[in-house]
């Protein structure tokens, strides 16, 4: 039997399958549900110090391979949302918060109040390529992406685990420039900025024109990325973008990375995807010889 | 996968002065009860019930809000986009069914009476409205089935609500099927009055939803999801809810009273 166990700067996980944040994570109700479906972990919508409505219709455009969104950020406020941890955490989920803001004193703000929910890290969505004017177009900037790790990382006691952007030159020296800010882990990659346009109305098919890219489509654009940012830093790297099945994981985890999101493929496969790629994964390592995750963690590396 | 399709709008019916039926050929399926979401350009995607199944399809609205309002202004020609059918459909179980449907609510069950009335069943109708005017399809109840009118002001019918005129209809006679749609109180107080007299009861309900392919979370009901584990449920799964009939969620994902 291969120990499908993994560990995320002292975040213990019983699989390496987590709930990518924006995925049935508004609500404490579905959190629970994802993870008692098998998720390792659930990370939540992301969070910000007030409520929002995100933008109109149409936010999301199924594509061949993969999914357009422009959400928005929709989110009832952290001091609302405190109910939605609690009860996922009645659920037994173990619950990671994502947040932002429009500054780093504001993303600090909400990360301190967040952590009080007893949330086992903080995820930083540092890169959220279709919301205007908030923090998440920092991810721009290596400096500031430093920079607000660290003003995060003085008022929490949990782990800090920034989300990276790929809509960059070179992502590895933003994960560097967040390892210096004291980061604990690194999430690569989020969604790439994208356009859809419906030909029949001349016009963008998103409300908010410009949206997120998911799914298969950028695959192997997240697996170059954990592999750029693993030969760089030392801290653990979570892989995110187009996992739809365990060889995909063990993409991600051979690249280097500890642990694996998941979201577009509950589209194809239903909740049930984190169960069955926990078990694909299992048997993958199995025939490759590995009796553990961390066995296999960045060897193709080598 | 599903994917969005851009038809023109081939007939537009006004049904009562605040509710109107767009007919057009999409190639979809759609069974009773299911829902479409539907693109209004430069307004809004909204979910909207399938009152037509046949080959030309239809849809039947409420003028609510700047997204139906700016749709009551389209005219033949216009076009929409169209994506689905999505959701369950009701079960069509049972050789006598009531169907109570309070105001738009209609347009969700149509389908389901006259399919129930195909397949042989009894059905019968209960319909509320604030006014006579603001009855919806009663005709096409009517020819499937025997039809009992409820409105607000007495203008027509019984004088009151409609679960007090199914709850009249319930002494009358027994029924193997209740289905509902309408205002959520209005379904709330059916559905007790089914689970009370041990008849089975489908509900379907409505939610603010963006994706309407379960993965936004924006239509959460308790930890289940309005677009695809509803938008019909039954009296069993409503009877342990602690959101049905009190709580909502806003556009934020607040919860705030329904």
């Known amino acids: 039997m291969v120990d499908l166990r993994t560990e995320i700067a002292g975040v213990a996980l019983r699989n390496p399958t987590m709930l990518a944040s924006g995925f049935l994570d508004e609500t404490g109700g579905s959190m629970g549900r994802v993870y008692q479906a098998g998720a390792g972990a659930v990370v939540t919508k992301s969070v910000g110090p007030q409520p929002r409505e995100g933008y109109p219709n149409p936010t999301i455009v199924e594509l061949d391979a993969g999914l357009l969104n422009a959400v928005g950020l929709p989110n009832p406020g952290v001091i609302e949302y405190e109910h939605e941890v609690k009860r996922a955490h009645a659920a037994g989920a173990v619950v990671i918060g994502s947040v932002f803001g429009k500054d780093a004193e504001e993303y600090a703000a909400v990360a301190a109040k967040m952590s009080t929910y007893g949330v086992k890290a903080i995820e930083l969505n540092l890169s959220c390529p279709h919301a205007k004017g908030l923090g998440t177009e920092i991810a721009q900037d290596a400096s500031a992406v430093r920079d607000f790790t660290r003003t995060v990382k003085d008022v929490v006691d949990v782990p800090v685990f920034p989300k990276l952007s790929p809509n960059v030159q070179d992502i590895a020296t933003f994960a560097l420039a967040a390892e210096e800010g004291g980061a604990d882990g690194i999430v690569a990659i989020n969604t790439m900025k994208a356009m859809a346009i419906t030909p029949e109305l001349k016009m963008p098919s998103l409300a908010n024109k410009y949206g997120g890219l998911s799914g298969p489509a950028i695959r192997s654009i997240g697996v170059r990325a954990v592999y750029d940012i693993c030969e760089k830093v030392h801290v653990p790297v979570i892989g995110v973008g187009g996992v739809g099945s365990g060889r995909d994981a063990l993409e991600y985890i051979m690249a280097g990375a500890s642990a694996v999101q998941i979201g577009t493929a509950i589209l194809s496969r239903g909740l049930g995807v984190f169960n069955e790629i926990s078990k694909e994964m299992a048997s993958l390592l199995e025939e490759a010889g590995f009796h553990s995750v961390p066995e296999a963690i960045g060897v193709a590396h080598a | ?258």
């Open chain 2, 1 to 258: 996968m599903p994917r969005i399709q851009v038809v023109p709008l081939l007939e537009i019916v006004r049904e009562t002065p605040t509710t109107m039926t767009y007919r057009f050929r999409a190639d979809l399926g759609g069974q009773p009860g299911q829902f479409l979401m539907v693109w209004i350009p430069r307004y809004d995607e909204l979910p909207m019930a399938l009152s037509y199944l046949g080959a030309v399809k239809g849809i039947t609205v409420r003028d609510y809000g700047d997204a139906t309002h700016a749709l009551a202004a389209f005219t033949a020609g216009d076009r929409i986009g169209v994506r689905g059918p999505y959701g369950n459909a009701f079960r069509l179980e049972g050789q006598s069914v009531l169907a109570v449907g309070g105001g738009s609510g209609m347009a969700s069950m149509i389908a389901a009476i006259e399919a129930f009335s195909q397949q042989g069943a009894r059905v019968v109708t209960a319909a509320g409205a604030k006014n006579a005017e603001e009855l919806l399809f009663v005709e096409r109840a009517n020819a499937a089935g025997e039809v009992h009118i409820a409105t607000d002001d007495g203008s027509r019918g019984f004088h009151g609500f409609v679960p007090a005129l199914a709850d009249k209809l319930f002494a009358r006679e027994s029924f193997q099927q209740v289905i509902t749609c309408g205002p959520e109180k209005m379904m709330y107080a059916v559905v007790g009055l089914a689970r009370k007299r041990g008849v089975p009861i489908q509900a379907s309900l409505e939610r603010y939803m963006k994706c309407g392919i379960g993965i936004c979370d924006a239509c959460s009901l308790d930890d289940k999801l309005v677009c695809v584990d509803g938008s019909i449920f039954t009296g069993e799964q409503l009877a342990g809810s602690e959101d049905f009939g009190h709580f909502r969620r806003d556009k934020s994902g607040r919860r705030i009273p329904a």
